[in-house]
């Protein structure tokens, strides 16, 4: 049983790679996985809000059952494809649906 020993790009010292075999970090100096951020900042995105709008003057009315909304019942954007399942910002995958509708959706095939 050989111990595989590696040495650290950045302070030269050898560490035993845990998890990661093809490694060139140690534990103190592996890159950090920015990937988990980017939810967070989704809705927040430029993209976002500019397709947003257009969509909003393209669709007047529920894409499902054609409401045109009212203050019970709002105009939402949504996005055809989740975020959460690496959906975009792109004008394609946005659509506006009313709360209602958006809700029945959210309910039948969030996850
Ligand atoms: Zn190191
Ligand atoms: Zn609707």
Known sequence: MAKSYRICLVCRQLFQPINNKNTSYCELHKPKDTRH????????????????????????ECQWCQTRGSTQNKLVCDHIV???????????????????????RQGRDHR
Request: hydrophobic share 20%; net charge positive; glycine share 4%.
């Open 37 to 60: 951020r980017v939810h967070n900042k989704a809705y927040d995105d430029t993209e976002y809000r500019k397709n947003r709008k257009k969509i909003k003057e393209l669709q007047k």
């Open 82 to 104: 989740p975020l959460s399942r690496g959906g975009s910002h792109h004008i394609d995958n946005l659509r506006i649906l009313c709360m209602q509708c958006h809700n029945k």
